[in-house]
């Protein structure tokens, strides 16, 4: 009996006890808490992770390939807008060529429309001024002839008379 005493004593001093204790605990929580669902559950989230990724991954290759693509017809793409661009600054540079040739005519134009305007107003100045002096410079001649010889006024309102009776006539 010693020996079975030694060999309880050897246990209850030893952790054994606990280690069991703890193991079967361990345990009865394991089935409590279901971890092989859970686990379960974790592999096939990562699986989905996995497959969602792959998937990504293809669509990322697609999309390189297709950039790689439009990469390559860049330059080509690039030339084309260069002459569409060259052609269009062209046809603006026609335009305002066009334009400007014709403002210039239209100012032109209208420079010498001004210019014949402003010509026979002058035109008609200097005449209505021509005119006046030479009416003046008449009067001014008569009435001196008629100081300088004073006959000549009754003659000169003779030939007047004369004149209006012809008027009437």
């Known amino acids: 009996m010693n ?13 054994i006890i606990n280690f069991c204790l703890m193991a079967w605990l361990l345990v009865w929580i394991c089935r409590k808490i279901n971890i092989k669902s859970a686990f379960n559950n974790a592999i096939k989230s990562v699986e989905d992770y996995i497959k969602k990724s792959e998937i990504e991954k293809q669509n990322s290759d697609e999309l390189i390939k297709e950039s790689e693509k439009l990469i390559a017809q860049l330059p080509q793409n690039i ?12 046809t603006f540079k026609k335009q305002i060529a066009e334009h400007s040739e014709k403002s210039i005519s239209d100012i032109e134009n209208n420079i010498q429309k001004v210019l014949s305007v402003e010509e026979k107003t002058l035109s008609n100045e200097i005449t209505r001024d021509v005119v006046v002096n030479s009416i003046e410079q008449s009067k001014n001649r008569i009435i001196k002839m008629l100081q ?16 209006l009776d012809r008027i009437k006539l």
């Open 79 to 90: 030339q084309k807008i260069e002459e569409f661009n060259k052609q269009k600054s062209e």
């Open 3 to 15: 020996s079975i005493q030694e060999i309880i004593k050897y246990i209850l001093e030893s952790n």
């Open 148 to 163: 300088d010889k004073p006959n000549l006024r009754y003659k000169f309102i003779d030939k007047s008379l004369e004149e």
